[in-house]
Each structure stands twice: as C-alpha cells, then as structure tokens.
C-alpha cells in the first residue's frame, strides 16, 4: 500500500539512494526538480552532496523561494549537504541558508573526502531507541541549536541528528546505511 507521496530534491546529491530505500518503505517518490513537483509531495528529503552547488542550482532554476516556502510548511529532512541547507546560520564564509531550523553548523568537520567514515551512534528519540550506523562523508557540524531542536544522536559529543517540530536534520548519510530506521522515523513525523 503507497502511503504517501514523498519527494526528494534532485537537482545534485545522492538523490537516487534515498528514493531507493522510501520506496522499498512503500513510499511513491517523486524527484523533485521544479518548482511544479513542490506541489505534488506531502514531505521532502533534501540529499547530501555539495551545499554550494545545490544553492547555485537552486538560485539558477528559480527553486530557492518555492522550497524555502515548501520547507517552512510540511515535513523535510535534510541530509549532510541538506542539513546545510536547512539551518539558520552556516559558519564558514558569508554562505546563505534558507534558515529553517534554529541551529548553526559548519561545514566539512571531519576533514576531507578521504577522512570519511562510518560509526555507530546511538538514536534517542521520542518513544524509540536504535544504534544506527552512521556515515560521515565531509560531514557538517551542528556547532549550536536553539530551545526548540532536539538533539536525537550525538558523535564525540556533537549532535549529529536533531529535529525541530516535523524537520529532521542529519550531518551524516543514513541512506547509505543497510537500516531505513531514520527514513521511517522521518516518515512519522506530521
């Protein structure tokens, strides 16, 4: 049974492994790559992959202001990249957000490309407890957060995944991992 309509961004990232794993979920997806496809989703995952680039290509297709507006009104998960995205301040240069959790995270943290790895973390959200195993490629840092986000997962004493209200925000990539724990939990949130 198809539960809803979940779009994920597609403009850059690893768009296509979240897809893969909200469909195995019984999800219908759609790649969302204009402003049209905004109006067909009910929540939103915004990928991994280059903040920098997904904001020119964002600005260049006139998406910016549709997906602020989209994110401020329905569920939306943002991974690594996404998670950039999403917070009110990023700390590295004069770089632009579309601010819409209270959080300020820093860019590629744990080093570069080959510093990449992976870890088991400890997810302690409402109602469920899981160890996920986490994958952390140029990972952000959550560097603060405001009164109304949850941290959910912490690595070395950092958050790692934190919610506000119905919006996730992930600075490793669950899609990734063999578990779809994150994505279902994602799913919950109304």
Avoid at 21 to 28: Q, R, W
Avoid at 47 to 72: Q, V, Y
Avoid at 101 to 110: E, K
């Amino acid at each position: 049974m198809i539960k809803e309509c979940v779009g994920v961004l597609a403009i850059q990232g690893a768009f296509e492994k979240h897809r893969k794993i909200l469909t195995s979920l019984g999800c219908n997806v759609i790649l969302v790559k204009t402003i049209d496809d905004l109006s067909n989703i009910n929540r939103l995952i915004i990928p991994g992959g280059e903040s920098t680039s997904m904001r020119i290509m964002l600005k260049k297709h006139l998406l910016w202001d549709a997906l602020k507006d989209f994110c401020n009104k329905k569920p939306v998960m943002g991974t690594c990249a996404g998670a950039i995205l999403l917070a009110s301040k990023i700390d590295y240069g004069n770089e632009e957000a579309l601010e819409i959790m209270d959080f300020i995270i820093t860019r590629n943290s744990y080093g570069r490309q080959i510093d990449s790895f992976t870890s088991d973390i400890a997810f302690t959200g409402t109602n469920s407890e899981a160890i996920i195993s986490a994958h952390f490629i140029r990972a952000p840092k959550i560097l603060d957060f405001g009164s109304q986000v949850n941290a959910l997962a912490s690595f070395e004493g950092s958050p790692v995944l934190v919610q506000q209200g119905n919006k996730l925000a992930c600075t490793f990539h669950p899609e990734l991992s063999d578990c779809s724990f994150i994505h279902s939990y994602f799913l919950s949130l109304s």
